[in-house]
Every structure is written in C-alpha cells, then in structure tokens.
C-alpha cells in the first residue's frame, strides 16, 4: 500500500514540530512532497528535512492551490485567522484537510468549512488532539461503559503556566484577540470539545467570567522600560524579564521566535521582535483568566476554568456520576477511579506518551490517515461537524463573557448564525 501524500501549508511550530514528524517515523504511511511557508529559512530546512523538490516549495499557500491538486491531503498550520481561505480552497480541489485548531475565529467561516467538507465529500478534521490520547480516551471508554453512572459534574481546570501565558498570549502570536482569536476560542476550544466528548451530549448553556486583570500598563514596574533589555530598574523582581528567561530556562522556547538560538541570535530577536517587550507594555488584550459554566442535555453541568497564573502546565478533571467518580491530572498521566458502592479506589497510571499532548499529536495523524483510507469521514473522532458544535460553544461563552455573565441559549446561538449565513 502507497503512503498518502501531502502538503504543509505554514511551516511553523505546529506544522512541523507536531504533525509532520509522522511522515518521517511512518514514511510507509505519510510522505510530505510540499511546502508552502513565506519564511524563507523555515521553507529551506523543511524541505531538507523531508526531500521536497524545489517545484513544490512555495511561498504562500495560493501558489500551491492556485493550480491542480498535486496530493492526497493538505495540512493547515497558518495562523487562526489565515485558515479558512486556505481550506475552502482546498477542499474544493479535492485534498482532505487536517486544520490546526481554531478553525476560524468567526463562528460563520466555521459552519461555511464543514458545508464544504460535506459538498465535497472530504475529510475534514480540527486538530483536538486531546481526544487522541490515552488519558483522555480512556476517560470516555469509562463513562460509556456506565462504570460510574450517569454523569452528573464536570470540573475541569486548564492550567495554562505563567510563563506560557506570557509568551504565547502576552508577547506572542495569540495576544490580541482582534488579530487572531478571544483566549477562550485559541486556547480553550480544546478544552470546550473533550467536555462535550467526554459527557456525550449537547450543550444547551452557557455563562461565563473572565478579565485581563495582570498583564496590563497600570501594573508595570516604576521605571520599566518598554523592552527588558533597555535597562529595566525590575530585572532581578520580575519573573517575566525577557533576557533572563529566553536564556535561561525558557531557551527553548525562543527557537519558537527566532532560527538563530545562540545567545548573540536570542539577543537580537529580543530587540527586534515583541518578545523582547514588557509583558506590561505590550498590546495584548486577550484575557488571563475565565471561567465558563455549562448545562447538557438531561441536567448534567460543567465547570470550565482557564487561568495563566499556574505553577505547571496541565488540565485537572474531575467528573462525578450517580455510581463514582473519576479524578485525573494529564501532567501526572493517571486517573482514579472510585466505586461509591464498593468504595474500592483503581488508579490508572499511563505509560509516557510519545509526542506532544499526551500523545494526541501522533495519534490525531494516525486515526486521520486511516479515516481517509477506509472512508469513515462523518465519524471521525473529530469529525468537523463535532468541531463546530464545540467551537460554538466557546464563541458563546465569549459572547456571555463580554455581556456580563449572559447565559447564552447555544441552539438559539446557532440557529441566528444559521440565518445569518443564509442571508
């Protein structure tokens, strides 16, 4: 059997640290034989990686769908914003599209995707790779099973880490809302979809709170400059003092902001790119903390809570049912199980996941590679009509949010949008 071919449309992070390095350990299953990335460097060494031609390097995604389709497939990892002309197009062409998360981040251009997967008879799959890991998969096995009744609550807290706060939604790509996404939609949507997934039933409601309550000018440091290396009088008070961090223990991130990650290369982008900014001076808008609450179908509810103030980088759970209850932490990779009747506790310990998020970046390629093969398109784990009904979810929730705590009706929510997009 010939592996399906594909192409990279954004050669970023995601793009090449996440999905595309199954290509290179399955290459029985998956050969990469494109690239469309405006960085010249990142384009260069991708295609090195993976032995592209020079034909199939381009520099932005209308060249490479500007003609006839050349593979089986095309992964998206373009910024939030740049997804949905993209994927339009190349589902029309014919690829089966596997589309980093959020799909869009307006709610219309999501419904318009899955319409055209449909019309197009496409594989279409949001990248919520958390379905695809062990832990989680479990979790849903367990409840589907009845193992603790019918489930009554869900707590779930998304631990974002201090420091991944300020890179990514601070100084980084997702810090304003107005040029990418609300923190609920690019971080949490993640989050929205395993609730539903887990639980099993639709969401009717929701409410939310949340604020940027930090990271703002009135909380900066007497004297701070606008960059941390111009001399900021807070250098040693600070945890968020971009030279000691980017050369410190954060180095590893700053591969994420510059291709040059020696300390003269750290340096330079630090003066040059808004990673080098004031976590306080910068033009971030997006929030640091929300909660959303949430009412199914048949009674069960949810709690959701975000925060960027967290010592680890993790999601807690806790799910409680009519027979037990379940707890787990990702970051510990185990679950506990407890009998109410025999008040027997059985705790799961997983083996350590290969790849990133507990393994659901490898494992999302997998299953995706095999719904396209035996044809399971509307089924899929993440089929993108699943992915919609979640997305909606978070575009209510921020609705509430900026409504003062509205509860949000999401049939009524998405029966307006439905108008909308007819008209």
């Known amino acids: 059997m010939k592996p399906l071919t594909a192409i990279l449309i954004g050669a970023g992070d995601r793009g090449v640290r996440a999905y595309a390095p199954y290509a290179l350990e399955q290459p029985n299953e998956l050969k990469i034989i494109g690239v469309a990335?405006?960085?010249?460097?990142?384009?260069?060494?991708?295609?090195?990686?993976?032995?592209?031609?020079?034909?199939?390097?381009?520099?932005?995604?209308?060249?490479?769908?500007?003609?006839?389709?050349?593979?089986?497939?095309?992964?998206?990892?373009?910024?939030?914003?740049?997804?949905?002309?993209?994927?339009?197009?190349?589902?029309?062409?014919?690829?089966?599209?596997?589309?980093?998360?959020?799909?869009?981040?307006?709610?219309?251009?999501?419904?318009?995707?899955?319409?055209?997967?449909?019309?197009?008879?496409?594989?279409?799959?949001?990248?919520?790779?958390?379905?695809?890991?062990?832990?989680?998969?479990?979790?849903?096995?367990?409840?589907?099973?009845?193992?603790?009744?019918?489930?009554?609550?869900?707590?779930?807290?998304?631990?974002?880490e201090v420091m991944h706060m300020s890179h990514s939604f601070v100084r980084g790509n997702w810090n304003n809302k107005g040029r990418t996404s609300?923190?609920?939609?690019?971080?949490?949507?993640?989050?929205?979809?395993?609730?539903?997934?887990?639980?099993?039933?639709?969401?009717?409601?929701?409410?939310?709170?949340?604020?940027?309550?930090?990271?703002?000018?009135e909380n900066a440091p007497i004297g701070a400059p606008k960059r941390c290396l111009d001399g900021c009088p807070a250098e040693m008070d600070c945890p968020f003092h971009a030279g000691r961090y980017y050369l410190g223990e954060g180095k590893g991130w700053a591969k994420k902001f510059t291709e040059d990650d020696t300390n003269e290369g750290i340096i330079k982008a630090l003066q040059e790119t808004p990673y080098g900014k004031c976590v306080y001076r910068?033009?971030?808008?997006?929030?640091?903390?929300?909660?959303?609450?949430?009412?199914?179908?048949?009674?069960?509810?949810?709690?959701?809570?975000?925060?960027?103030?967290?010592?680890?980088?993790?999601?807690?759970?806790?799910?409680?049912?009519?027979?037990?209850?379940i707890r787990g932490n990702m970051e510990e990779n185990s679950i506990s199980i407890f009998d109410f009747l025999t008040r027997q506790e059985t705790v799961i310990h997983f083996d350590n996941p290969i790849g990133g998020h507990g393994g659901g970046d490898q494992g999302i390629i997998r299953t995706f590679l095999r719904d396209i093969r035996y044809g399971n398109k509307q089924d899929s784990v993440s089929s993108a009509s699943a992915s919609v009904r979640s997305h909606l979810m978070a575009f209510a929730a921020e609705e509430s949010r900026l409504n003062q705590g509205q509860s949000i009706n999401i049939d009524e929510y998405f029966t307006s949008l439905a108008e909308n997009f007819k008209s």
Request: with cysteine; hydrophobic share 35%.
């Open 37 to 160: 990335e405006p960085n010249k460097e990142r384009r260069t060494r991708f295609q090195q990686d993976h032995h592209i031609s020079d034909e199939n390097c381009y520099e932005s995604w209308e060249e490479v769908l500007n003609q006839t389709k050349i593979a089986d497939i095309a992964i998206i990892c373009t910024l939030d914003q740049n997804h949905f002309k993209p994927a339009m197009k190349a589902l029309e062409l014919g690829y089966h599209v596997l589309l980093e998360k959020p799909m869009s981040p307006d709610p219309i251009e999501c419904i318009m995707m899955e319409r055209a997967a449909q019309k197009y008879n496409r594989q279409l799959t949001i990248c919520h790779v958390l379905r695809y890991t062990e832990f989680w998969a479990t979790i849903k096995k367990i409840i589907s099973k009845g193992d603790i009744g019918e489930v009554v609550s869900l707590q779930l807290n998304e631990n974002v």
């Open 282 to 325: 910068s033009d971030n808008d997006v929030v640091d903390h929300q909660v959303v609450n949430m009412e199914f179908e048949g009674g069960a509810t949810a709690t959701f809570s975000m925060c960027g103030f967290t010592r680890e980088q993790t999601r807690i759970v806790q799910i409680m049912g009519t027979k037990g209850e």
């Open 182 to 217: 609300p923190m609920i939609l690019q971080k949490s949507c993640h989050d929205m979809d395993i609730i539903s997934f887990v639980i099993g039933k639709d969401c009717k409601r929701v409410s939310s709170y949340g604020s940027l309550m930090h990271f703002k000018e």
